[in-house]
């Protein structure tokens, strides 16, 4: 089984800045920490702070991997183009935030990724991508 991370914008400064909102732990970090949670799963994981890089990620995996998991960043709030990839590819597509988005300012209220994603999880912290590839794998 294959999984496909992705993280948007700013997603690289996690663990260097507002820990208060994001933890103090790098994604680096914790990828280690899932891929000795899911040993039997190839996790491969992609960020980038370019939109059209994201698009293209999505594009090249969307039809192969058994799903992704993506957290899309403040392009979650602004990008059709992004809801058009995930609308498009095969793959299941679980949208993560680690904040819960709700509790913070009226524009990350509005997701155009949602309607397009098997299912969001907000809120929960880094504990989120553990448990979107959960019930990846037991899909
Ligand atoms: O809560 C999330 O996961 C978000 O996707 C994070 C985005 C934000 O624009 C979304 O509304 C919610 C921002 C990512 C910024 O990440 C940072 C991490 C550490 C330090 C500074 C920024």
Redesign the pocket.
């Known amino acids: 089984m294959k999984i496909l991370i992705i993280n948007g914008p700013?997603?690289n400064?996690?663990g260097?800045?507002?820990p208060e909102i994001?933890g103090n732990r790098s994604f680096e970090q914790f990828l280690e920490e899932l891929c000795g949670i899911f040993p039997d799963i190839e996790l491969d994981y992609f960020q980038s702070n370019h939109e059209g890089a994201l698009l293209d990620r999505i594009h090249e995996a969307g039809f192969t991997v058994n799903g992704i998991v993506l957290?899309a960043?403040?392009f979650?709030?602004t990008s059709i183009a992004l809801a058009d990839a995930v609308a498009a590819v095969t793959a299941p597509v679980i949208e993560v935030?680690?904040?819960n988005?709700h509790k913070r300012e009226p524009f990350?209220h509005h997701s155009y990724l949602s309607p397009k994603c098997v299912g969001s999880i907000v809120g929960l912290g880094l504990d989120g991508y553990r448990l979107a590839i959960e019930y990846l794998q037991r899909k």
Do not use: F
Request: overall charge positive; charged content about 20%.
């Open positions: 700013n997603l400064l996690l260097k800045r507002e994001y957290n960043g403040a979650t709030h935030h680690i904040s988005v990350r």
